[in-house]
């Protein structure tokens, strides 16, 4: 108020208005905008990173620069791996077996370079070992041999199925080669022979087939039903004996006779190779199955005992103990999937290495590794050479011979035109990590030195008064926080419209001193510069000015805003009363810059209440409430919306308390209310109608197999049909079928289950599975969509469902004619049937249904010896019709003289022969009563003990025995008939509920009792 009036600024007045007189910092959390003095927060402290920008971790920074090659590098003591393409862990775990066996590999690299060139496979083969062999990257890309070979990298292959494959294909290429250490390559090593033999148990000789000798690459023995290799290997040589149906006709004896099979090895190869058997066919499923059993190998194989050779001279042939080269191992129980990892030991140092894709882990002296837990540990009864896994699949042993194989089979160097390439390879890898390097090298000084810069100059840059020199905060922190140092200082976003510097732009600039500024300007330029010296002092005067009369003015805004609180809290309404806009007042008592200056929020507090006719609008138009002021009250809010708007404005028009509704609106209103309510009664039942058109008009959704759907009452059901039907003047007289819960409750019993059976389910003509049609379905089947919506329109939980699920049903032992229904699909719920209270609910029914009187049952008199299937089969429809669907029995149309009677449920079957006798003249005695196919001989039950109900109908025919006489001649017979009758009808309408269920009992025949 003094700048405002004296139009003098003093230097202590500066410093207030440009916040220069706030306290030093001491250590804020983060940089105060609004402080010029505040560096606070623009660097972390002492060893602090952030998460971008200049102070990020440094190995972050330099990830920028890309993968590090160096990375790449291998450790020549330890072998290569090769690169997962997506499923070829198969590929790589049999390549790195045949590339470590030292002979395998010399005889590729001894090929011919024309013979290699000129084969795709063989090329790229040579070209892998060549790589694994001297490359100097720690794994090798295969895709160029996988793509030779056009494997499909995502899908995964057997491993033993691979290497056979792969040898077959190998030997006929190396078959061309000139150098015999390559032609002869794979058979040396891997090819073995054995013989059938056949040997006769009379003359003791073998047959002469027993000589042919079989080749053999690999040796595949069994798994499943044994512990170890010996047992399967026993397994694999043992005889077989001939006998019965399955005699030999010895060539010697010249007769069938018993005999002896059996399979003799022959020779063995330098390399033996065993293919575990893990993967078995499951005839019930179609499909392979894992045999995961854990299985024993040793470490040393003696084959002395098993091999039978046949040489010229009678020497025992080749030696037969094998040490343990390789082990194939499947990770996982799956036959279709799983992964792949090779055990492999160094022919040069004798130690294991686990081969898994690109990762190579030395496993030590230990083929499996070191034991990872107290079950892997072996026991101390268990022989060292032995070894157990549930994963081993194939197993390669290579012979022992009297001298090292080091000494015996010296590594040949790789050829020189693949010498070349891996050279090449090897020095780009090497270049790329000195560039790297450089690189590297070069990012770390620049950000050391940026950082050193940064922290220099803030440490030095707060002025000393009176003197500094602003700066833009933004340019500020983005030199302190960018990796690259920004462009010039720009401190034009800090001038006025006078070009000066205004109070306005206090969070936009900090204050630094001569030092810093000097430092900044020096090496990156920049303007303009602003001093203490360049404050505006227009800008000033303004702002005193401004803040001088919203003092004033906020003084009587909030005792007018304490006056409006009071009348919306019913005080203070007393004198003379006007009429404002109820919304219009609270969004004026909520904004808060309205304490400061006049605005758009002081326009309008009558104009939602002002009709077009200028009159009062009706208190239940749409937005036209209405709030009572007082005058004062009232003259301040009209004062101020004239001031902004002008005296023409339609929008503060008076309107006291007595002023009366717009005549023409009021009536208008009264009109459009009925008829907006009709017109949207109906807009929103067309919208749910619509929305579930099949529901409404009662198609049945297809159900579909692995879909969830929901059952819903059909008593409900059927009062939103009526609800959304409602058309005309109706449309607002039906009730909305509100408690869709209540009515789920309905269908559960007290133990949370369902209380009645899931609805049947039937195949349309299509061959669409659909819900049955029946009448007295208490449930309806929607699909999930159709009930979220009725949950969110009736606003019932969607989670209390009673969800359905389509599964194949159950096929029981009976004739393929009555199975045709049965292998329908039906519904599975949850929750799920309750099986107790249902027999419950359905024995008090069938109780209530037996015990009925003066109702009507049909009888027909069949004449001849067979009765209308119709007739026989009456029983077990009603039956069906009772235990299912429960739908109107009609009775059955025949061609035989037909009658009604007015039985009850304890009328006998004596008295039910009596009104036959009557109304058919068949006599008593000659009377044959039949319902379905049982006949009714026991006079002295009742119609409620076998069964019968209300429409049943039954069959008599007349056995012709005795003498017909006519009944109405006996007038004594005919009263005691009637009396009879009348006195069952009192009985069945006092009769205790203990004889009800005792006549329940006998037509149930003791079920559920």
Not at 373 to 397: E, G, H, I
Not at 866 to 883: G, I, K, T, W, Y
Not at 911 to 916: C, E, P, R, V, Y
Not at 929 to 938: A, I, P, Y
Request: proline content about 5%.
């Amino acid at each position: 108020r003094r700048i405002h009036l004296t139009k003098i600024v003093t230097e202590e007045d500066l410093r207030w208005f440009f916040h220069l007189d706030r306290p030093a910092c001491q250590g804020c959390r983060g940089n105060t905008k609004d402080n010029p003095l505040c560096l606070c927060g623009l660097v972390p402290p002492a060893n602090g990173t952030r998460k971008h920008g200049l102070w990020q971790k440094l190995s972050d920074i330099i990830d920028e620069l890309g993968p590090d090659p160096s990375r790449e590098l291998r450790v020549m003591d330890i072998p290569a791996g090769l690169t997962n393409l997506g499923a070829t862990c198969y590929v790589n775990s049999v390549l790195q077996c045949l590339f470590m066996n030292t002979t395998f590999r010399n005889g590729v690299f001894s090929a011919e370079m024309e013979l290699v060139r000129n084969d795709p496979v063989l090329h790229q083969l040579a070209r892998l070992f060549a790589q694994l062999h001297s490359g100097t990257k720690s794994s090798v890309d295969s895709a160029a041999f996988a793509t030779t070979l056009e494997l499909d990298n995502a899908v995964q292959q057997d491993g033993q199925e691979f290497l056979k494959l792969l040898l077959t294909l190998l030997e006929r290429v190396l078959a061309q080669s000139r150098v015999p250490e390559a032609r002869d390559v794979v058979q040396n090593l891997f090819r073995g022979t054995f013989s059938y033999v056949t040997k006769c148990s009379s003359c003791g000789k073998e047959s002469g087939a027993s000589d042919q000798f079989v080749d053999f690459y690999e040796l595949e023995v069994n798994v499943k039903g044994f512990s170890s290799l010996e047992e399967s290997l026993d397994d694999y040589l043992n005889e077989e004996k001939l006998s019965g149906e399955n005699q030999y006709f010895c060539e010697y004896c010249k007769a069938r006779v018993d005999a002896t099979h059996s399979t003799k090895l022959r020779l063995l190869p330098p390399v033996l190779n065993f293919q575990l058997k893990r993967f078995v066919f499951n005839l019930k499923t179609s499909t392979k199955k894992k045999v995961t059993s854990k299985f024993m190998f040793p470490k040393v194989l003696d084959m002395e005992r098993r091999v039978s050779p046949v040489t010229s001279d009678g020497s025992p042939g080749e030696p037969a103990h094998y040490d343990l080269f390789a082990i194939l191992m499947h990770k996982g129980n799956m036959a279709s999937s799983g992964h792949y990892v090779v055990h492999i030991r160094d022919e040069r140092t004798g130690q294991w290495w686990q081969f898994d894709d690109e990762e190579v882990t030395m496993l030590g002296s230990n083929p499996l590794g070191e034991p990872t837990s107290k079950l892997d540990k072996v026991s101390p009864d268990r022989d060292d050479n032995l070894l157990m896994s549930p994963d081993a699949y194939m197993l390669m042993f290579s012979r022992r011979t009297s001298t090292p194989r080091v000494a015996e089979e010296p590594v040949r160097s790789i050829p020189e035109f693949l010498k070349a390439e891996v050279d090449e390879q090897n020095y780009s890898l090497m270049s790329s990590c000195e560039v790297y390097n450089l690189m590297k090298d070069e990012e770390e000084q620049r950000i050391v030195e940026r950082r050193a810069e940064v922290r220099e100059v803030l440490a030095n840059a707060r002025p000393t008064a009176p003197k500094g020199f602003w700066i833009s905060a933004e340019w500020l922190r983005n030199w302190t926080d960018s990796l690259k140092p920004p462009s010039a200082i720009d401190n034009s976003i800090l001038l006025c419209e006078h070009e000066r510097v205004s109070p306005k732009s206090i969070q936009l600039m900090k204050c630094i001193s001569d030092a810093a500024w000097q430092s900044l300007h020096s090496k990156y330029g920049g303007e303009p510069v602003l001093t203490m010296e360049s404050c505006c002092f227009e800008c000033i005067y303004a702002d005193a000015g401004a803040a001088a009369t919203a003092e004033s003015f906020r003084s009587g805004r909030a005792a007018m805003k304490l006056m409006a609180e009071n009348v919306m809290a019913g005080k203070g309404l007393e004198g003379h009363l006007f009429y404002v806009s109820k919304s219009w007042l609270v969004q004026w008592m909520r904004k808060k810059a309205a304490l400061d200056t006049l605005g758009d929020g002081d326009l309008n507090p009558t104009s939602a209440i002002t009709c077009r006719h200028n009159a009062l609008l009706p208190d239940d138009a749409a937005g036209a409430k209405r709030q009572v002021v007082p005058e004062v009250l009232w003259s301040y809010f009209y004062q101020n919306a004239v001031l902004v708007g002008g005296e023409e404005q339609r929008g503060h028009k008076p309107f006291p308390v007595n002023t009366e509704n717009c005549k023409i609106c009021e009536a208008e209103h009264s009109h459009t209310l009925t008829k907006c309510l009709m017109l949207s009664f109906r807009a929103t039942k067309m919208e749910q109608r619509q929305k579930q058109e099949a529901i409404f008009s009662g198609r049945n959704p297809v159900l579909n197999p692995g879909d969830v759907y929901y059952l819903v009452p059909s008593s409900w059901i059927s009062l939103w049909r009526a609800y959304i039907g409602a058309s005309g003047k109706n449309v607002l007289d039906i009730e909305e079928p509100v408690g869709l819960e209540r009515f789920l409750s309905s269908l559960l019993c007290k133990h949370g289950g369902l209380l009645y059976n899931p609805p049947a389910l039937t195949r349309t003509r299509r061959g669409e599975l659909v819900q049955k049609a029946s009448s007295d379905d208490v449930q309806v089947v929607v699909s999930r969509d159709d009930w979220v919506y009725f949950c969110q329109q009736w606003d019932a939980n969607a989670g209390k469902g009673i969800r359905a699920y389509v599964e194949e049903a159950e096929m029981p032992d009976r004739p393929e004619k009555e199975l045709s229904e049965l292998k329908l699909p039906v519904l599975r719920t949850e929750p799920e049937v309750c099986r107790e209270c249902i027999d419950d609910r359905e024995t008090t029914e069938l109780v209530h249904k037996l015990n009925y009187t003066n109702a009507t049952i049909t009888v027909d008199l069949v004449q001849g010896k067979e009765p209308p299937p119709s007739l026989v089969f009456a029983a077990a429809n009603q039956d069906a019709e009772r235990r299912t669907s429960k739908r109107a029995r009609r009775t059955v149309a025949t061609g035989n003289k037909q009658v009604k009677l007015t039985v009850s449920g304890t009328t006998t079957v004596y008295q039910l022969k009596m009104l036959i006798w009557e109304w058919l003249g068949v006599v008593k005695e000659n009377q044959e009563v039949h319902f379905g196919k049982v006949e009714l001989t026991d006079e002295s039950t009742t119609l409620a003990d076998v069964g019968v109900l209300p429409n049943s109908q039954l069959w008599v025919s007349d056995s012709g025995l005795h003498e017909h006489r006519d009944i109405a001649g006996k007038p004594m017979l005919s009263l005691f008939i009637y009396v009879s009758l009348i006195a069952s009808l009192w009985f069945s309408q006092t009769s205790s509920r203990l004889h009800s269920r005792a006549m329940l009992k006998k037509v149930l025949g003791g079920r559920g009792f």
